[in-house]
Structure formats: C-alpha cells, structure tokens
C-alpha cells in the first residue's frame, strides 16, 4: 500500500466554506487529510448554496473539486413535493432528495479518469451510488462517514411533533431511512461514527460492521483566544448553531422557555446571544432588551471570546457537538445537557458542566456568571482537552487507519 492514498470524497453538500456542524465536521477532515494524501472532492450543490464559492473554497483542498448542481431545495415547494413523492414510496425522502443523475455521472468521469485507492462517503444517503475502477478493476472500497445516526434522529423528531401530519409523515420516513441506513452499514468496507454511543449503535444494527471512532474536532489554530479579541463581558449567555438542524431549535426553545426565565429572575445583568443561520419565527419571537437575536455572522470569535457562558441545552440529536468543541477551543466555559455532551470525552467539573432539569442547567450558568475565576479556569481546561484530543489533524488520523484497514481488507479478500 502506498505511503500517500489517492481519495475520492463524496458529500452530499458543499464542505467549504464551512457555516455549521455538519459542513466544518467535513471540511475539518479534508483540509487535514488533504495535508498528506492526494483528494478529489465531489459535491452536491443545492440551490441553498453558491456553487461557485463553494468551488473556489474546495480547490484549497483538492484542485480537481467539482460542485455539482441539484434541483432539489431543503425547504419551500420543492421540498414539500418530495415529501409528498416519498410518503407514497417506499423510498425515504432522504433517498429521493439525494438521488442525482448528475452526482453520479460526475462520481463516473472521476472514476474512469483516476483509480482510486479508497472512496470516503458523507452520510448515508449517498451509498446508494456506484464507485467503479477504471479498466474493469475490482473497484476501490468505500467507507462511510455517519455524522450521527440518521433515522434515530427522525424517530426523535417524530416523537417530539406535534402535528398530526408531521408525526405520521415522521413515522413512516424514519422507518424507511433506518431500512436504507442499516443496509449502508453493511456494504460499506468500514463506518466512522463520532462517538462510542454511536459505535454501539451501528455494532448492534450491523453486527462485525468495521467502525472506528473519529470524533468532531475543532481548528485549534483558528478557535483560540487572541489579543484583538473583546474582553469576557461577565454576563452574556451564547447559543449559537444552525436553525436547519431541528434539536438546535428544540433545544433553544427548551432553554427560553424553561430556563431562561429562571436565570433572568436571579441576575438582573444576564443577558442571551443567539446566533445561528436562519432563525424560525418561535425563536425571533423572544428578542427583547435582554435577548439578542443575531441571525448569521461571519466570525464568530469575537461573540465568543466576549461570552460569559456557552450552552448547549440540546434534548435530542446525535454524534458530537462541534459547538462545544469549537467553545472550548476558545477557553470558553460551557453548560450543557447530558445529551448535549455526548461523545466528548470532558470531566464534568473541571472541563464543563452538565445539567438536564431546567433547574440544575439555571443553576450552573448562574454559577459560572458568579464566579468568573472559577469560570475562567474551566475555559482553560476546556482549551487544554481540544487542543489535546480535538484537533482534526488527530481526527483524521483515525479516518485514515480505517481507510488504510478497509483497502488491506479488500487485498485480501482479492487474494
């Protein structure tokens, strides 16, 4: 096996520029991976997104990188028409968005053009393409990069809607998804899940799947206190995530609606920042004197670094939270559920702290607005953990001692 690989990766969005969770897990993995093996990344462009930009933002990583074009939308008509196709399917509407002619004729020219030693896969979803060799060789193995655990995520939200339509909708899709996802994890030549929680998870729906654990990361150089930052304000309270990624909305409904009353009643200088792309209608709502409602912004580390708190106060979701780790790379104390934390590898305590009843979670973030040096040495520990375990160069040693056991694996199966 050769020393520096030659990858084909595949995303079901555009990594770069990365603007939330899901793009910067991505976008992390390949600007470390890229440092040391050779990548071409392939990607879907939805309307969302400015493909030219995205062009231009992937080639710092793969000059070959193409976006390609798909009619599908996350959201409006066009979505509300695939999910109308999907619920008289047996396809999950997951599968129908993600299905592209275009995406695999580009997957196609790519591979007659360069035979690959491995092909990385972005969720699920998009294992329902083809990856052949050029020439009629045996064609390269193909690992599966999970994020989180698709359909039990839709289970959840199925549980939590309260609508009659979206709760029967809900019911049948994740139910078809976990029937593709569970088959996705048994082609594939190896799993990355982001926690042990998730490892368990693909293990008991297939049994002797290949997985390893390689956990979110934060960019250690980028997240870090500097000196042009804003000083700590000692009393701003941050959420900041995507609006697109339903716990993010659950979970901030939960904390403005059960705690935050809680915390304004005891600290009368308490203030909450949300930031976040897209913020619905029920979370605009609150904003007031003492709730900002940002939206977007383009650099988040000076709403960081002038942050009292970071919370994650998330009720349902999956894999590991990069809003805490990108936090903690700053040296900001954070409060989170347990949930919330999941798959961080942190001492509650010394590193962050960790409350579910609306109560406790008050209790903590009044604690850390009370005691700026005890909160001011929890944002040190939390520096040291990312800068220690959390960076993406180590996570993307992890991904690419599962490529390099899936392609031995697939020598000896040859032999």
């Known amino acids: 096996m050769r020393d520096r690989l030659n990858i084909l990766w595949v995303t079901p969005m555009p990594p770069s520029p990365p603007r939330f969770g899901g793009q910067a897990r991505m976008h992390g993995l390949l600007t ?3 440092a040391s093996h050779d990548v071409t990344a392939i990607a879907l462009c939805e309307p969302a997104f400015d493909r030219a930009a995205s062009e231009v933002a992937m080639r710092a ?22 999910q ?20 695999q004729a580009a997957i196609d020219e790519a591979c007659a053009r360069t035979r690959f030693d491995v092909v990385n896969v972005e969720f699920p979803y998009l294992m329902r393409y083809a990856f052949r060799a050029p020439g009629g060789a045996p064609p390269p193995p193909v690992v599966l990069d999970t ?14 809607q309260s609508g009659a339509f979206r709760k029967v909708y809900n019911a049948f899709n994740w139910r078809k998804l976990r029937g593709e996802e569970r088959g996705a994890f048994r082609t594939a030549a190896g799993v990355a899940v982001c926690s042990v929680d998730d490892e368990r998870r693909v293990q008991a729906d297939a049994p002797g799947a290949r997985t390893v654990v390689v956990p979110n990361g934060a960019n250690v150089e980028y997240f870090r206190p500097r000196p042009e930052d804003p000083p700590c304000d000692g009393k701003t ?16 409904l939960f904390f403005l609606k059960e705690i935050w009353p809680r ?16 913020p619905p209608p029920e979370i605009k709502a609150f904003e007031g004197p003492r709730v900002e409602v940002a939206g977007f912004v383009e650099d988040l580390r000076p709403h960081l670094a002038s942050a009292a708190v970071l919370i994650a106060p998330l009720r349902m979701g999956g894999g590991t939270r990069l809003k805490i780790l990108e936090g903690m790379s700053m040296a900001r104390p954070c409060v989170s559920t347990t949930l919330g934390a999941e798959g961080i590898e942190a001492t509650p305590g010394r590193d962050l702290l ?9 209790d903590a973030v009044l604690r850390l607005l009370r005691e700026p040096d005890v909160a001011a040495e929890m944002g040190r520990a939390g520096r040291r953990l990312a ?8 996570a993307s040693e992890r991904l690419v001692g599962l490529f390099r056991s899936a392609i031995e694996a697939g020598v000896r199966r040859a032999a």
């Not at 990583?61 to 695939?82: D, T």
């Not at 994020?147 to 939590?160: G, M, N």
């Not at 915390?263 to 897209?278: C, E, N, Q, T, W």
């Not at 800068?387 to 180590?394: G, K, L, M, N, T």
């Open 61 to 82: 990583y793969s000059p070959a990188a193409r976006a390609v074009a798909s009619p599908n939308h996350s959201e409006g008509p066009r979505k509300r028409a695939l």
């Open 147 to 160: 994020h989180e655990i698709e359909y039990d995520i839709l289970r959840q939200f199925a549980a939590s």
């Open 387 to 394: 800068e220690e375990r959390y960076s993406w160069r180590a």
């Open 354 to 362: 960790l409350a579910d009843a609306p109560d406790a979670f008050a």
């Open 32 to 34: 470390a991976t890229a």
């Open 84 to 103: 109308l196709r999907s619920l008289l399917s047996l396809r999950s509407y997951e599968d129908i968005r993600y299905a592209v002619p275009a995406l």
């Open 263 to 278: 915390i304004a009643a005891s600290s009368a200088d308490a203030r909450l920042k949300i930031v976040g792309l897209r």
């Open 237 to 252: 309270i941050l959420f900041f995530g995507t609006f697109g990624y339903y716990p993010n909305v659950d979970g901030v």
